[in-house]
């Protein structure tokens, strides 16, 4: 008898996946491929929607390839967030790159808004900044770029074009998580705002309808490798689904995803307008009700990893991690990775990269060590804020690929001074995005039986010198006035 399994993808920025899950919460099987990013001006990234969509049915492919025998009951989407793109609802072919969450072209209509004084209530509205992470100035972009009056316009981020592909052009949606990071959407009024809509120029028709993250939006159509009238049956942002996969139900549970960025995201009991430096967001929504947290968005994390081997000729990233071990310490070296600009909590999206504190005692051990220190270091600034609102921090999960390097996670907990609990298997934004699918479809009765689920090492603890602590991030925030004076 054929396996019942549920499909997901989990569809990121550089790669997509496809991740086949029992019942009994193991992974069966899974997939991926590479996802090609375009660079066509200093600051601009984007990717083609036809290449995202051809990657993820060649993840799935591949994933069914190693499980012939599994019965596919639900499909689950988790998707890099932020990441907006524009389609004929007729034709459905896309008009326009994709911009994704990494560019920084429309960095001047933000400054544009902010220095007209509407900072405040998109805040109030939306829990998110005016910055060219988010979506509206993007899509306003490809609008007065590629749109056509005589068109009948979709607009909609990656989540909302693999529901549509999948169900053969017949649903435009999104879920609550991914249309709290339109900055469109009215996170206390859970609808879309028909003010901001007017502020950023976007026709509130060309959006997508908004429902739960588990939610059965429709069935598949069409696809190749995928039989017809498999529910469609979760939507949510990758950060989100990594929560939601580590079964972070508690009070104040909360986790940090370490890919391309990073995200820290902590729950919170209702929405709060969130102080300087993070967002609030809506982490997911069961039966209409919405669960909101903290977040704050870095936007350069683990990539600076690759970037830092190259620039000192080694082959790999294990290569760079086994040089800066050889050091006790980074020798006053900082590095800075504001590659594409500065995220949470310093929101500088002119800022550039920066290496500071160089002496003749400095050798390329030191540059490595440092480098991998500002992985923890960008999170320590982000935690730190969430500390001092939120009414006390619980589990703290760690997942994505640099999360199964014990050395980089001992950091983490280290600069934190919290403990850190590393996810046995590092897809926990598939296995999120399927817990939500299984959920809607009944797969799985309940949260208690996701719950259960859940799989993890031991915490690692804090054991960094106090002393050795405080000095690190002295030196490291002086590094960040100096990246942010650059500006």
């Keep these: 008898m054929a396996q019942q399994a549920v499909l997901a993808i989990d569809e990121g920025t550089t790669n997509s996946k496809a991740v086949l899950l029992s019942q009994s919460g193991s992974i069966i099987a899974s997939g991926s491929a590479p996802v090609p990013i375009q660079h066509p001006q200093p600051g601009w990234v984007q990717q083609d929607a036809m290449e995202i969509w051809d990657a993820t049915l060649q993840a799935v492919k591949a994933c069914l390839a190693h499980a012939p025998d599994s019965r ?84 909609g981020t990656v989540d909302s074009w693999l529901i549509w592909k999948f169900s053969g052009g017949r649903v435009h949606a999104t879920d609550r998580s991914n249309a709290a990071r339109t900055q469109l959407f009215n996170l206390a009024q859970n609808r879309w705002d028909h003010q901001l809509c007017s502020l950023f120029g976007i026709d509130p028709s060309m959006l997508p309808q908004v429902q739960d993250s588990a939610h059965v939006f429709g069935t598949t159509r069409g696809v190749e490798g995928i039989p017809d009238g498999i529910p469609i049956a979760s939507a949510i942002g990758d950060s989100h689904a990594a929560l939601f996969g580590h079964g972070a139900f508690d009070k104040g549970d909360g986790k940090i995803t370490f890919g391309t960025g990073s995200s820290v995201m902590t ?56 040089l800066a071990q050889t050091v006790d310490d980074s020798g006053g070296v900082s590095l800075v990775p504001a590659h594409v600009g500065l995220g949470a909590p310093h929101w500088a999206a002119e800022a550039r990269g920066l290496i500071c504190g160089l002496s003749f005692g400095a050798t390329p051990a030191h540059i490595a060590r440092a480098s991998a220190e500002s992985m923890a270091l960008q999170v320590q600034d982000v935690f730190a ?71 993890h090492d031991a915490p690692l603890k804090p054991s960094m010198p106090p002393a050795q602590r405080d000095a690190n991030l002295t030196a490291w925030r002086k590094a960040i006035a100096r990246t942010v004076a650059q500006v």
């Design 72 to 155: 596919i009951v639900a499909l689950g989407i988790s998707n890099q967030r932020e990441s907006v793109l524009i389609w004929d609802r007729r034709s459905g072919a896309p008009l326009g790159p994709v911009i994704t969450w990494q560019c920084r072209r429309t960095a001047p209509a933000c400054e544009a808004l902010r220095h007209a004084g509407h900072e405040p209530e998109v805040i109030a509205r939306t829990g998110l900044p005016l910055d060219p992470l988010f979506p509206p100035t993007k899509a306003a972009w490809l609008l007065e770029h590629y749109g056509d009056s005589q068109r009948d316009i979709c607009i």
């Design 385 to 455: 804020i969430m500390q001092r609102i939120a009414k006390g921090i619980g589990r703290l999960f760690v997942d994505g690929g640099p999360s199964r390097n014990r050395y980089l996670m001992q950091m983490v907990s280290d600069y934190l001074d919290h403990p850190v609990i590393p996810c046995r298997n590092s897809e926990a934004s598939a296995i999120g995005a399927a817990h939500l699918a299984g959920l809607a479809t009944g797969f799985w009765p309940d949260l208690d039986a996701i719950a259960s689920l859940a799989n």
């Design 267 to 322: 729950t919170i009991p209702e929405f709060i307008v969130p102080p300087a430096g993070i967002t609030t967001t809506i982490a997911w929504s069961l039966n209409g009700q919405p669960v909101y947290a903290f977040e704050g968005n870095i936007l350069v994390s683990a990539s600076i990893l690759p970037w830092t081997a190259r620039l000192l000729g080694l082959s790999d990233v294990d290569d760079l991690l086994r």
